[in-house]
C-alpha cells in the first residue's frame, strides 16, 4: 500500500515538475534558451558515456562515434534545430582529406554527428580540457579524437604533423575549424594557418562543409528558436604538389568560396523561413 501511494507521488510529482517546466519555457524566452542548452549538454553527455562499455572493444575506432552520433543528430530535431545536407556528391571518396567547417557554437556537435554519419573515417583535432569531460571526454578519446595542449605550440605542432601523416596513410579525413574559435558574424572570421599546413604536408585535398547561419539562435539576447540550416558540402581543392609557398595563395582561395557561399546558402535559409511562415 504503502508503496502504490510512494508510486503515485512520484508520478503525480514527477508530472507536476514537467507541466512546471514546460510553463516556465513558454512563459521565459531566456528560461527556454538555457533549458535547451542544458538539456543538449546532458542528453550528449549521456548519448556518448552509455556507449563507452561497448567502445572498448575496439578503442580509437571512428566507429564508436557512430551511435553517440545519431543521438546527437536526434537531439538536434527534439530541441529545434533541423538539418538539411547538400552537396553530397562532392564527397571525396578514396581518399584521406582536410575537412573544413566553419564554427558557430557548441550546437556544431549536431554538425559533427551528421558529417561522422555521411563522410566515414572521421577524426578530429581538440583542445585537451574536452579530455577531462568526464564521460564525453573518455568517449571523445575511445572514438579516436587527437588532443592538443595549445599553450604547447612545439607538441602541438609536431601531434598535428604526425596526424597529417595519418590522414595520407590511413586515408582519414580530419575535421578541422580554420577559424579558430566559434562566432555569430554574418561573414566568416579570416582562416588561420594550421588546417592549411596540414592538407600541404599530408599532401591531401582540402574538403570545404559550410554551415549556414543559426539565425534562429542569439546568445546575447539569450534566444533560441526552431529552425532550420543548411550543411553545403563543396567541391574539394587539390593540394597536390603545393608546398608551403603556396599557403596563402591556398588560405584565399578557400575562404573566398567558403565565406561566399556561407552568405548565400544563409540569404537562402533565411528567405525559406519567411516563406514557410506567410504560408502559415
Request: hydrophobic residues 45%.
Amino acid at each position: 500500500m504503502f508503496k502504490t501511494v510512494l508510486c503515485g507521488f512520484c508520478t503525480t510529482s514527477s508530472i507536476a515538475l514537467v507541466f512546471l517546466f514546460v510553463m516556465l519555457c513558454a512563459l521565459s524566452e531566456t528560461v527556454r534558451y538555457r533549458a535547451k542548452f542544458i538539456f543538449f549538454i546532458v542528453a550528449s553527455a549521456l548519448s556518448a558515456g552509455l556507449w563507452i562499455p561497448f567502445m572498448l572493444f575496439r578503442i580509437g575506432s571512428w566507429k564508436n562515434a557512430l551511435v553517440p552520433a545519431m543521438c546527437v543528430v536526434r537531439i538536434a530535431k527534439i530541441i529545434g534545430m533541423n538539418f538539411r545536407f547538400r552537396g553530397k556528391e562532392n564527397i571525396i571518396k578514396d581518399t584521406g582529406c582536410v575537412v573544413l567547417i566553419n564554427h558557430q557554437s557548441s550546437l556544431d556537435l549536431c554538425v559533427l554527428g551528421e558529417l561522422w554519419l555521411t563522410m566515414k573515417n572521421c577524426c578530429v583535432i581538440s583542445k585537451k580540457e574536452i579530455m577531462y569531460l568526464g564521460p564525453f571526454g573518455l568517449a571523445s578519446w575511445l572514438w579516436g579524437t587527437v588532443f592538443i595542449d595549445r599553450k604547447n605550440v612545439e607538441e602541438s605542432r609536431q601531434i598535428i604533423n604526425d596526424t597529417a601523416e595519418s590522414i595520407r596513410v590511413a586515408k582519414r579525413r580530419l575535421l578541422l575549424v580554420p577559424e579558430g574559435h566559434r562566432h555569430s558574424g554574418n561573414a566568416l572570421l579570416p582562416f588561420k594557418k594550421g588546417a592549411f599546413h596540414v592538407a600541404i604536408e599530408s599532401q591531401m585535398p582540402i574538403q570545404p562543409v559550410v554551415v549556414s547561419k543559426y539565425y534562429f539562435l542569439d546568445g546575447k539576447l539569450k534566444r533560441f528558436y526552431s529552425g532550420t540550416s543548411y550543411i553545403t558540402v563543396l567541391p574539394p581543392i587539390p593540394t597536390a604538389g603545393m608546398t608551403k609557398d603556396d599557403l596563402p595563395k591556398l588560405m584565399e582561395r578557400a575562404y573566398e568560396v567558403m565565406n561566399r557561399t556561407f552568405v548565400e546558402s544563409t540569404t537562402e535559409c533565411l528567405e525559406e523561413q519567411i516563406r514557410s511562415l506567410k504560408c502559415e
